[in-house]
């Protein structure tokens, strides 16, 4: 297994179990203040709970992370897939009629499909003095409503579950319908129903004699004081503090400086949910700052604490490299999560082979990266090697220099090239520079595959760390726990005809120069995606050789089979190879690792990363739900046959088959086979002698005739 953010797949080896903690000792979690907290585990927002005892899980809106929030198939699923005592989360709406209705909006517009049926029902109302234009549910009666479908309202999230319809339920449908252990009403805005003849408190204390109702929060003082001791000595009031600078409406105060009052919050509730920078602050820059005494405070009064706006697909701390259970342990941990952190662990179950060192926390290959993925417990470190103008072995991610350097902004920017028989984009690659050129003129730069989603990494290191030549990370490993070591060798026929070096024999050099040749303590594996590459270590070396395919198969033929067993010992392919995706939906699992393993070849997936946007939806934009498709292993329960069904990891293609026929994507073209075609390769050229013209000489002449051309249209334009 391979992975950019390290730090994630070390604590990645256990699905999100943290519901079935509630079954544990409290005495076995440890959180800030030693105090235990509650969380929604899964991509729907969420809340923690602070309480003393193991965590409950809150679904706020259900599973709202994959379906509407609100809807029945996001309340059903969140009882099927999170803890079976999953406390069910509902914001209440009044209709015109007095039904109370659970909306995760006050302006339906959002998160329902209403304009399509109303189209001139745009209002505009005062909502906590503040004029808000919108369709309101105060407009319609319930049987007005019937028609009216739930929708999507994040547009992170897919919106194919929209077309299917979704009613609006009411809160007596919560209870009927899916009989959960229990219910979270949250309300909010209640003086802008009263402008509409409506009570809120009235509602709310009618539907509790006719509901079991667990839990009711609000942001305003009034509302809580208005049904404190008129309900059930079961249901505690939670006083939901907003922003620090919003004005709470009843008394006037900012939200921050009732803070200061826990004593007067006392008076009104039991408990209060907080945001979760309320407990952790961050700064400016989004990176965690010390966390408050907002725990302590709340408990010294007497009150129960709640932290709330926790979601996978939103933006949280760098410091937890958009891995959410690293978040989650923030708040909550116990001896099980703690251990899988921890260094001296039984390298190779499964393998954990970095991917450019930690690349998700700082610029790839470099000094920082290396050691984030020792200190996060990787098990294999790895150098992608590439060669400099001199000949001197280095690890970058790419040949080409604009992708993790500074060379777009160098001197050396004026050399770009495409080089076909590399890629098709402008690069100014390695072998334009020398080594001095790199170490004394670049600085490393942090990659951002998602930067379209605004999901930048570790900004402030984005330059940080040094670049390392191949000598230099052989040096750096000796010493380190690690099962051993990877390097990639890519692009050899091209160097060996082109630029005149033999990579193979450059590698074999420095790995023999390092001691690797005579030592046993650490493996050394070889990665190629050219079969020529690794049929030629084999012929010089003992070291463990790895073929990567790097192109989508859905299987491996015989023939394929017996040409990979002739000259590598293991495997590595695409998660895509694996569970082929269709539109961000996984549709199958594939026969390729079965057919592998058959073969007695040790099968590595790669690259997994921490971003939501790169997991497929049916992980729940949840490394660790990836992390567990793949490995399937039970480090912390080893609860065997009794392992509940929502820890099981997610089946391929079930929910695109749930999508409604009109809103699935269009069909797939077949995946092809791996064929023994596919793999064979010739033998790699020789180095090109000194008396063949040089590809750098080539580009100087490519180059003349560039700027030769761009002086005749300057005499001569175009008209």
């Not at 319609?140 to 009613?167: A, C, H, M």
């Not at 709310?204 to 305003?220: G, N």
């Not at 008394?251 to 945001?275: E, R």
């Not at 690890?395 to 902004?409: P, Q, R, Y």
């Amino acid at each position: 297994m391979r992975g950019s953010h390290v730090c994630s797949l070390v604590s990645s080896l256990v699905f999100l179990w943290l519901g079935v903690a509630a079954a544990q000792k409290a005495s076995s979690w440890k959180t800030l203040s030693v105090r235990s907290y509650a969380m929604h585990v899964y991509k729907a927002n969420g809340q923690l709970t602070i309480s003393g005892n193991a965590p409950a899980i809150i679904a706020k809106g259900g599973f709202s992370g994959i379906f509407p929030d609100s809807s029945e198939f996001a309340y059903q699923f969140a009882l099927i897939a999170s803890s079976p005592d999953t406390i069910l989360y509902c914001d209440v709406r009044l209709t015109k009629d007095g039904l109370g209705i659970c909306l995760p909006d006050i302006k339906m517009d959002n998160c329902t499909n209403i304009p399509d049926f109303y189209q001139q029902g745009r209002k505009s109302y005062l909502v906590n003095g503040v004029s808000t234009a919108g369709w309101f549910s105060v407009d319609y009666n319930g049987t007005e409503l019937g028609q009216v479908s739930l929708k999507q309202s994040i547009f992170s999230r897919s919106p194919r579950f929209d077309p299917s319809f979704f009613p609006i339920l009411a809160v007596e449908d919560i209870a009927s319908k899916f009989k959960p252990p229990g219910m979270w009403l949250n309300v909010q805005h209640d003086s802008f129903y009263s402008q509409f003849n409506l009570s809120m408190s009235n509602y709310i204390l009618s539907v509790s004699k006719r509901v079991i109702v667990d839990y009711i929060s609000s942001p305003e003082v009034s509302f809580l004081t208005k049904v404190s001791g008129k309900l059930s000595n079961n249901t505690r009031l939670v006083f939901r503090f907003l922003d620090e600078s919003t004005i709470e409406p009843s008394t006037k105060q900012t939200y921050g400086s009732m803070l200061k009052n826990f004593t007067f919050v006392k008076t009104f509730a039991s408990g209060i949910i907080v945001p979760k920078k309320y407990i952790w602050p961050v700064s400016p820059d989004n990176y965690l700052e010390p966390h408050t005494s907002v725990v302590d405070d709340a408990h010294k009064a007497g009150l129960e604490i709640y932290a709330a706006d926790f979601a996978n697909d939103f933006m949280f701390s760098y410091n937890h490299s958009y891995d959410p259970l690293a978040e989650y342990l923030s708040f909550i941990d116990n001896g099980c999560f703690t251990n899988l952190k921890k260094r001296k662990t039984d390298h190779g179950k499964p393998l954990i082979i970095s991917h450019n060192g930690a690349s998700g926390d700082y610029p790839a290959c470099t000094d920082l990266a290396y050691q984030k993925a020792v200190d996060d417990g990787a098990d294999v470190i790895d150098c992608p090697v590439q060669l400099t103008k001199d000949g001197i072995p280095i690890c970058m991610s790419s040949i080409n220099l604009m992708d993790d350097t500074t060379v777009a902004k160098s001197q050396f920017a004026s050399q770009t090239a495409v080089i076909k028989d590399i890629e098709s984009v402008l690069g100014v690659f390695t072998f334009n520079l020398t080594w001095d050129d790199i170490v004394k003129n670049l600085r490393p730069k942090i990659s951002t595959p998602f930067s379209s989603f605004k999901l930048d990494r570790n900004p402030r290191y984005r330059n940080a760390g040094n670049f390392m030549r191949l000598s230099d990370f052989l040096d750096f490993t000796k010493d380190k726990d690690l099962s051993g070591i990877m390097i990639s060798v890519e692009h050899a026929a091209f160097v060996a005809e082109e630029l005149g070096f033999d990579m193979v024999d450059s590698v074999i050099k420095t790995l023999d120069a390092a001691g690797y040749s005579n030592q046993t303590a650490q493996k050394v594996m070889i990665q190629s995606s050219n079969s020529s590459v690794l049929v030629k270590f084999k012929q010089q070396t003992k070291y463990d050789l790895v073929y990567m395919i790097n192109e989508e198969v859905k299987d491996a033929a015989p023939s394929s089979l017996a040409a990979i067993k002739k000259f590598a010992d293991a495997v590595s392919v695409e998660g895509n190879s694996i569970f082929p995706e269709n539109r961000h939906f996984t549709t199958y699992q594939t026969n390729l690792v079965e057919s592998l393993q058959n073969a007695g070849l040790p099968v590595y997936v790669y690259t997994l990363m921490n971003e939501f946007a790169s997991q497929p939806y049916d992980f729940f934009s949840d490394a660790t739900a990836q992390i567990n498709a793949y490995v399937q292993v039970n480090t912390c329960m080893h609860m065997g046959n009794n392992t509940p069904s929502f820890m099981a990891p997610a089946r391929p293609g079930d929910l695109l088959q749930i999508i409604s026929k009109p809103a699935q994507p269009p069909a797939m073209s077949p995946m092809p086979l791996l064929t023994g075609s596919d793999v064979a390769e010739p033998p790699l050229p020789p180095a090109r002698t000194a008396q063949a013209p040089s590809l750098a000489s080539r580009m100087q002449a490519h180059a003349a005739i560039v700027v030769t051309l761009a002086m005749l249209l300057a005499c001569h334009p175009l008209v």
